[in-house]
């Protein structure tokens, strides 16, 4: 059974739905749009408007070898052929 360690605070049901209808918008729209939406929501939601969302391979192999060694034999391995993403398995929002 799932452990909570933190729970949120707790929201009116007119929040919620705010919640849930902006998540949904944003979805939305990276799907339809892509890089751009998704650029947009980062600079809104998070101040954040880095030059190229894809992470060098180079920073991706430095950040595997830190991680501890058991729980690398249970995470999933993003290779430079993932073009910086966490699963190849997925495509990517602009790919389809």
Known sequence: MA???KTGWP?????Q???????????REVEREGEPAIRRW????????????VVPAERI????ET???????H???ATPADSGS????????TSA
Request: proline share 9%; aromatic share 4%; hydrophobic share 40%.
């Open 3 to 5: 452990e909570h360690l």
């Open 11 to 15: 929201q009116k049901v007119e929040r």
């Open 17 to 27: 739905q705010e919640v849930i209808d902006t998540v949904s918008r944003i979805l």
């Open 42 to 53: 980062s600079a809104r939601l998070d101040g954040w408007e880095p030059p190229a969302f």
């Open 61 to 64: 192999k430095a950040a595997a």
């Open 67 to 73: 991680v501890d060694d058991e729980l690398a034999e």
């Open 75 to 77: 995470a999933p391995r």
């Open 86 to 93: 966490a699963s190849s398995s997925r495509p990517s929002p």
